[in-house]
């Protein structure tokens, strides 16, 4: 990186071209497809929030959100409109399929890369510009989240949008340049719709990113570009019309569930047993930015010795601060700390790109394999998952899982070789542990996670009910397993409660009505039965792991005969 002073950005060029977008593009439908429309609903999040955009785009009404007939108010509503467009557009009707409701993530998770790509440009040339997006591509947890109908890939594509935006800002202010209403409207825009996509959460990385550049810098005068009387005005146009119509259509009651009820509560106390201690991010860094995680970690020294560097200290700005808080706030989840891994990306694709140019040969073949060795357990641990995983989750010998730990480990090992006779070269540790992470997405996403169908109770269940059902009217009522995709799977209009409401259930239509129960609300079924001289029929069994609560169920559908 050329050299710079505490107050000027060097400015590489030349920038990107739309070539380079075109191969970014490449790049991430290579690493998300696999699995992309394969992989079953997951829960309960991503089966909620499918759900809830199905019901709004059935009903037509796109100011209320509600699951079923429950109001939820849990967060705003702009995901909800992107997924329900979404199914309207590219669902077929009566189709339960996941993948139009999760096409918003994929492309938040483009986009997301693009904005990376964007920033690591403006700041260190197209070299680290297109590695550090390959790389955020790469990591495990954009691989999840763009894959899965919920808020945070889009949330992920709106703050960097902002933060590309605001560091555009930065560098026309060390070059003593007036600001760029371009790059204004971009960082309000993407501020409205972060916020209708996931409340306040971006004026924390924005916001922690500004002050600690002021705070180190002492300069403010710079965030004038910012225009934000006309700003927040851009802003409030974005987000104000469906605030005012969920304020009169709940009277008020959205902000206070939404507001104290869930973000607010997060704070001081873990939500839905999701708290943990300060650490938290550190431990969950390494799997979630495999298999750039010891690489990232390699990177440090010289992001530390850099510290003073404007285009260091903005990425430091945008990391550090947020990440922090994370660590702080009671109620932790993985994916809450994504939003700061562009950062991340950008600056371990810098490190590598100067280490490798000006380090001796030494440092670089002792990187090399350290990286290598981190590398290599994580493949072995792979490789072991899908042998031992799938026996251990369907109780059988599974011969696919068996041929896919070899093959898995026998590429792993090909690119442990090649990467070993080639580890002078700046950026092929890259390289191989990008290769890995395509062999990963593809073995686990495509292959390996829908083939267990063990833990794919509600898909399962569908497809029984679809099978034994008697009557077109006929409606499901489920006790002991109420996980929200099965649900989306056999309609809106199945309940969802204990075995006294199933048994209700069955009497109220003798002669359509299915129930559905594990082995604990199957006894109580009975007996609820029994007490009004009714013997059920069972009808299908089925056995397996619901994942959500770690418990292996058997669940058993009931109906009355006919005549009983």
């Known amino acids: 990186m050329a050299s710079t002073d505490s107050t000027t950005v060097a400015v590489p060029q030349p920038g990107l071209t739309i070539g380079h977008f075109a191969l970014l593009l490449l790049v991430c439908l290579c690493l998300f497809l696999p699995g992309f429309a394969e992989l079953p609903l997951t829960d309960r999040d991503e089966a ?33 409109w992107l997924q329900s467009a979404s199914a309207y557009l590219f669902g077929s009707d009566g189709e339960a399929a996941a993948w139009p409701y999760r096409l918003p993530s994929l492309i938040g998770a483009i986009v997301a890369v693009f904005g990376t ?9 197209q070299l680290v510009g297109m590695s550090a997006a390959i790389l955020l591509a790469g990591t495990l947890l954009l691989g999840v989240e763009a894959r899965l109908a919920k808020t945070d890939a889009v949330l992920l594509a709106t703050i960097v949008v902002a933060q590309a935006a605001l560091a555009k800002m930065y560098v ?46 002492r300069e403010i005068r710079w965030l004038g570009m910012l225009r934000p009387i006309a700003g927040v005005l851009i802003a409030a146009i974005v987000v104000l019309p469906w605030f005012v119509a969920i304020t009169i259509e709940t009277d008020g009651a959205f902000f206070k569930t939404s507001l104290g009820g869930d973000f607010l509560a997060k704070i001081g106390k873990g939500q839905e047993s999701h708290g943990a201690p300060p650490g938290f991010y550190f431990i969950a860094f390494w799997p979630t930015f495999w298999p750039f995680s010891v690489v990232a970690a390699l990177a440090v020294p010289w992001i530390w010795s850099r510290r003073q560097e404007p285009q260091v200290r903005f990425c430091l700005a945008w990391l550090l601060p947020s990440w922090i808080v994370l660590e702080l706030v009671a109620t932790k989840l993985p994916h809450y700390i994504l939003p700061v891994y562009p950062a991340l990306a950008i600056l371990t694709a810098a490190a590598w790109r100067d280490a490798f140019a000006g380090g001796g040969l030494r440092l670089r073949k ?21 042998a031992v995983g799938t026996a251990f989750l369907q109780s059988a010998v599974n011969v696919a899982g068996l041929i896919l730990a070899a093959v898995t480990l026998g590429l792993l090992i ?57 009557c077109p009217t006929t409606r499901l009522a489920s006790a002991g397993f109420t996980e929200p995709s099965l649900v989306f799977l056999t309609g809106t209009n199945t309940r969802l409660g204990n075995a006294e409401m199933v048994a209700k259930h069955l009497l109220a239509d003798p002669a359509c009505a299915m129930g559905l129960v594990d082995q604990k609300a199957e006894k109580r079924l009975l007996a609820a039965l029994k007490k009004v001289g009714k013997t059920p029929e069972a009808v299908r069994k089925l056995s397996g792991v619901n994942y959500a609560k770690g418990k292996r169920l058997t669940l058993t559908f009931y109906r009355l005969p006919k005549g009983g």
């Open 414 to 470: 090909y690119m442990v070789l090649w990467w070993r006779g080639k580890a002078d070269h700046a950026f092929t540790p890259m390289v191989a542990l990008f290769a890995g992470a395509l062999v990963f997405n593809g073995i686990l996403f495509h292959f390996f996670l829908p083939s267990l169908d063990t833990i794919w109770l509600s898909k399962r269940s569908a497809a029984a009910y679809a099978a034994t059902r008697i």
């Open 366 to 386: 002792a990187s090399a394999f350290v990286a290598l060795v981190g590398f290599a357990i994580c493949g072995v641990i792979l490789a072991g998952l899908f």
């Open 172 to 217: 026309l202010k060390s070059q003593a340049q007036s600001g760029s209403w371009p790059a204004v409207f971009a960082f309000w825009l993407a501020v409205g719709a972060s916020i209708l996509i996931k409340g306040p959460i971006i004026f924390m990385i924005c916001g922690l990113t500004i002050l600690y550049l002021v705070a180190v810098e």
């Open 117 to 125: 790509a964007y920033v690591g440009t403006l700041f260190f040339g």
């Open 48 to 80: 909620r929030f499918a759900q809830a955009s199905r019901q709004m785009m059935d009903s037509g009404d796109v100011v209320n959100i509600t699951f079923q007939d429950q109001a939820r108010h849990k967060k705003p509503v702009g995901i909800y």
